[in-house]
């Protein structure tokens, strides 16, 4: 046996301890589904970690109700396939007050439809501890991100008083009410998931590969019209145009890039080629300056 | 054109995948500050391997413009400067992690920032790292904070070094220069231990030696510090001898199968190998190594995996189960260094537990001395405050199953944290419990194996019944200043005020337990080492030590105020001029030294080194000894050690 690993074989390792720690830790952990690539590869990871045993803890989708109807299929595909354990919330208070895509700004919008949305659900399931699929790479405030990320009984997130962490030790230990967000995929890049989703095989939302979909134009971005609940200008009719997405969130806020890329080598080719930041497609953190650090005390991911 | 883009014109995405799939992984560390070129850099790194953004890129000319500080040109140190921010708004922050690539090995860059957390956070980063990246400034050479850097990296363990002399831009490139400070800096770390350490002259600033080798440095032949990170061997760096499993789950999907799951922390194991359980001790056999990519017959660190055994035994998580051959350590008590992480201070009294592997344990620790992270030599430590480092001793209240650090980089490490907080307070680096060579440096504290019993006074109650804070106070001047004089009006003074003050007086000790010492400077210095023991001993029990003692020597002062503790130690300096001291001596003693009868008389054949900041001077030739006095009470009194 060779002396060195790979390393993705690494990582995966790496992600498949913090999961073990995690359930053998916590009393009641979750793990957020998105569907998005991140997501599907945590999902991987976890059927991997307690291989031949099923996934010990449930699956979280935070609805918005405006999810692609690629994303809702392909989730549901991945539970009947795994047998696993989907909860699904949605913040229904929100929905009754009229918040929605169009009207609310995305400010507004993402934070009612996604961090209520989330702690809500926490909050309902007394979930102890929350597997999200952030990665340090992706925005210069999650650069110092620990893996085991602790918040308080509000679920806030204070940046002064985390914890140091040492080793592959996690310091698990929280106080009745407290919770941790564990990041399992934080040392991976962008290239680390599309290369072990590759090498894996691992499913993936089709949304991710080019193909024929009817576009409208909503400066700087391609709107891809899902369903028939998109408001379109009394004359405008959407145009078919060879679309993908580069990541997957709520399907009116979310740009597609043209492209041909219907392989994941190819898709792999084009983000080498595009350089541009993982983030630029969604319209949510343009809205506010270090939006994200504000978000994550809110208690979002 | 990017590296990327060339590289796809001349390989087809599917080979470029192949490949990419035989990477290893390099994780390391950057020490230095912001002055050091630190942030410049790593920006040149994630710049020259092609790892930044158009958009960021795009982003950082913009403020290079704005807040840069080349000029004009595009400042890389910008890159990375997101943290410089939230620093000042106060967020802690122990490490930043970025991120590179190249057609050989990834790359994860701990990068912590240098301000005055940084034993803190350079223990968290390195935790984790194989390589550390010393940078010196080539117009500075080597500083106490290169030496604070290294010794942290030795004692987390990192085994390669790459000490890069930057902006030698700024020296002319001189060849000259990079020797000096190469060899500065290998003289220095021979006291480490540290294997593997490279020297690289590099301008971050400018790019030399970075990526490309510097058409300014040709005669520098090792190749740049990319090629260096490429190709140094780490493959060698795991333990792959000795088999560790900690058990953290026990699974059992159906009643025919019972598998123990978690990462190999070190060695190797096969199908068939007989191990042992601890703490059980029951020996059985693998009967197969499940993963689900299916079946292997062989496993190795860090792989996760999950083991059936040949007999029902009874485990659980914390249980580790290793080699038959060669087992851990097993017991309660063991020596490590620790490293203290948190504000709050170690409170004797507080509870802890300590995280080892998979098990977590109530633990008492017990400081036997501290560390000197920039001098690396031994100090008297009462308690242990962020970011200082000592030797402690540990008894945990389950038995753990252990390896030194330096063997064992899994298996020796642990993190202490508070039962009351739940915070993680310091981490731990377990030492060679069988080592019985003691240091040869006589003013190192030996850790004593012999006796567990201590003390069952605390120095919080020693210090309510006598009423005083122990204290250390060194009276040093020539002979004829007036040591002795003012020693016993002091202790007379304290005795008074309902203290308990001894007096420690060179003379009177060189009748009885210095009488094998002579006069030399070795001999002083000896002298003085144990009169500073005596006075450890007497401030560990609380009381107030006056030595009246020459000690010619700045280096042999410094020495025992550090084997005292700062934080209890009066240096007074008796100023008085070698005319009037000659004047005050009736024992003809000086006369003695000038006929050449006594050798090696500091002032007179010998240097007496006058202090170059103590506490407190006293010209003792222009104000009485009860005025001399009254100073020094007024000091302790400021320090706060009598009211």
């Keep these: 046996m060779s002396k060195s690993m790979t390393h ?48 010990p803890f449930p699956f979280l989708h935070i609805d ?48 009612n439809m996604n961090l209520q949305g989330l702690l809500q659900a926490l909050k309902k399931y007394k979930f102890d501890a929350a597997f999200g699929g952030a990665r340090r790479e992706e925005e210069k405030s999650r650069a110092k991100e620990r893996i085991f990320s602790f918040r308080d009984r509000h679920y806030q997130w204070d940046p002064k008083n985390q914890r140091p962490e040492m080793w592959n030790i996690y310091n698990a230990r929280i106080n009745p009410g407290e919770s941790i967000r564990v990041f399992p995929l ?10 072990y989703i590759f090498q894996e095989n691992i499913p993936l939302c089709p949304l991710y590969f080019a193909a024929p979909r009817p576009v409208v134009r909503r400066d700087p971005q391609l709107i891809y019209v899902n369903d028939h609940r998109y408001p379109l200008a009394p004359d405008e009719k959407p145009v078919v145009r060879h679309v993908r997405f580069r990541t997957l969130g709520c399907y009116p806020l979310t740009g597609a890039i043209e492209s041909q890329a219907d392989t994941l ?37 | 054109m990017t590296a990327v883009e060339t590289l796809l014109q001349n390989e087809d995405i599917h080979s470029y995948l192949e490949r990419n799939q035989r990477k290893e992984l390099l994780r390391f560390l950057t020490c230095g500050s912001v002055d050091d070129g630190k942030s410049t850099l790593i920006g040149r790194l994630l710049h020259d391997t092609k790892t930044i953004y158009e958009d960021q890129l795009a982003a950082v000319k913009r403020d290079s413009v704005r807040h840069g500080t080349t000029g004009g040109d595009v400042d890389l140190a910008l890159l990375t400067d997101g943290l410089k921010a939230e620093r000042e708004q106060g967020i802690t922050i122990d490490v930043a992690y970025r991120f590179f690539s190249t057609a050989k090995r990834k790359f994860i860059i701990a990068d912590t920032p240098g301000h005055e957390q940084y034993t803190r956070n350079m223990a968290t980063g390195a935790s984790t790292c194989q390589l550390a990246i010393i940078l010196v400034d080539a117009r500075h050479g080597v500083l106490p904070q290169t030496r604070r850097h290294s010794y942290i990296c030795s004692l987390l363990g990192i085994q390669h070094l790459v000490v890069t002399i930057n902006k030698m831009d700024l020296v002319n490139y001189s060849e000259a220069r990079f020797n000096e400070i190469k060899n500065q800096y290998s003289e220095f770390a021979s006291k480490l231990d540290i294997r593997d350490i490279h020297f690289i002259p590099i301008s971050a600033l400018k790019g030399d030696n970075i990526v490309e080798s510097s058409p300014h440095m040709p005669w520098y032949k090792s190749g740049p510090l990319l090629n260096h990170l490429e190709t140094v061997h780490i493959a060698s760096d795991r333990n792959l001898t000795d088999f560790r499993l900690p058990v953290q789950l026990v699974l059992r999907p159906n009643l025919n199968f019972r598998g123990f799951a978690g990462s190999i922390a070190s060695g190797r194991v096969r199908v068939g190998d007989e191990v042992m359980i ?21 496993a190795q660190c860090p792989m996760p995996v999950v083991l059936t055994l040949t007999d029902e035994v009874d485990i659980s998580r914390g249980d580790i189960l290793t080699d038959v051959e060669n087992p851990p350590h097993f017991g309660h008590d063991f020596e490590a260094n620790l490293v203290w992480l948190n504000e709050k201070p170690f409170d004797p009294e507080g509870a802890y537990l300590l995280k080892h592997g998979t098990r977590t344990t109530p ?13 690396l030599e031994s100090k008297a430590l009462d308690t242990l405050h962020l970011n200082e480092v000592a030797r402690c001793e540990m008894s945990a209240t389950t038995p753990l199953a252990f390896d030194p650090y330096k063997n064992n980089r899994s298996t020796g490490a642990f993190i202490v944290i508070d039962r009351q907080t739940s915070n993680t307070v310091a981490c731990g680096m377990i030492l060679d419990q069988d080592a019985q060579s003691g240091p040869t440096d006589p003013w190192a504290i030996v850790a004593g194996h012999e006796s567990r019993a201590r003390s069952k006074v605390t120095a919080m109650q020693r210090q309510d019944r006598l009423r005083q804070k122990p204290c250390t106070i060194l ?68 009381m107030i030590a006056i030595c009246a003692v020459l000690a010619p020597l700045a280096s042999v002062r410094q020495r025992v105020k550090a084997l005292l503790g700062a934080d209890r130690y009066l240096e007074v300096y008796l100023s008085a001029p070698l005319e009037v001291c000659k004047s005050r001596d009736q024992a003809g003693i000086y006369k003695l030294a000038e006929a050449g009868k006594i050798k090696a008389f500091p002032g007179i054949s010998s240097p007496y080194e006058v202090p170059e900041s103590p506490d407190l001077t006293l010209a003792t030739h222009e104000i009485s000894v009860a005025e001399s006095v009254d100073q020094i009470m007024t000091m302790l009194k400021t320090r706060g050690w009598i009211e």
């Design chain 1, 8 to 55: 993705l074989k690494e990582l995966e390792a790496e992600s498949i301890h913090i999961m073990r720690e995690v359930v053998a830790e916590f009393e009641r952990p979750v793990m957020l589904f998105s569907s998005g690539k991140d997501s599907s590869v945590m999902l991987h990871l976890a059927l991997k970690a307690f291989y031949p045993g099923k996934v």
């Design chain 1, 186 to 195: 934080s040392n991976w890049t962008e290239l680390d998931i599309w290369q």
């Design chain 2, 363 to 375: 633990v008492t620790l017990n400081i036997l001395h501290g560390i000197d992270v920039n001098t």
């Design chain 2, 278 to 298: 601890l703490p059980s001790s029951r020996k059985t056999r693998v009967k197969s190594i499940v993963t689900a990519d299916g079946e292997l017959k062989e």
């Design chain 1, 64 to 111: 918005t109700t405006w999810d692609f109807k690629e994303v809702y299929a392909f989730r549901d595909q991945m539970v009947s396939k795994h047998g696993l354990n989907l909860l699904v919330h949605t913040n229904m208070d929100a929905i009754r007050a009229g918040v929605n895509p169009f009207d609310s700004g995305s400010v507004k919008y993402t934070h």
């Design chain 2, 475 to 542: 009276l040093t001047g020539l002979t004829g200043s007036g040591k002795a004089t003012i020693a016993f009006e002091l202790e007379k003074r304290l005795f008074e005020l309902g203290k308990l003050p001894v007096v420690l007086h060179g003379l009177d000790l060189r009748r009885q337990i210095a009488s094998d010492l002579g006069f030399s400077a070795d001999d002083r210095s000896e002298n003085l080492r144990r009169i500073g023991g005596i006075a450890r001993i007497l401030n560990d029990n609380g």
């Design chain 1, 265 to 301: 080598p190819k898709i792999i080719e084009e983000m080498l080629l595009f350089r541009q930041s993982e983030r630029s497609g969604r319209a949510i953190d343009h809205d506010e300056q270090g939006s994200m650090e504000q978000k994550k005390r809110e208690g979002y991911f």
